[in-house]
Nanobody, 118 residues
């Protein structure tokens, strides 16, 4: 049973920072690439950042490049998303996903709410 559980969300003011974590179980974590996604009210799910199995390759959406940083710790089966300079447009439910093929995700996790006030 594969489980991906995101945590660390909350309420922050514009300009603030937040670090999200996503813990994985039920899979060989080091064999999977990981990604972060978000879904805002009334909008489609949006890709934010991806990282390969070793952490040596990362990819970012233009909307978050320079503000967000993805990383992983394979000894802890955890992927992180450091978010800086948050603005109200970042308000959404954030979740992580796992995939064996680069850019293709098979497993989708439970999200955590991030709310940014003005």
């Amino acid at each position: 049973q594969v489980q991906l559980v995101a945590s660390g969300g909350g309420l922050v003011q514009a300009g603030g920072s937040l670090r999200l974590s996503c813990g994985a179980s039920g899979l060989t974590f080091g064999s999977y690439g990981m990604g972060w996604f978000r879904r805002a009210p009334g909008k489609e799910r949006e890709f934010l950042a991806g990282i390969n199995w070793s952490g040596g390759t990362t990819d970012y959406a233009n909307s978050v490049r320079g503000r967000f940083t993805i990383s992983r710790d394979n000894t802890k089966n955890t992927v992180y998303l450091q978010m800086n300079n948050l603005n109200p447009e970042d308000t959404a439910v954030y979740s992580c996903a796992a995939g064996r093929e680069f850019g293709v995700y098979q497993y989708w996790g439970q999200g955590t709410q991030v709310t940014v006030s003005s």
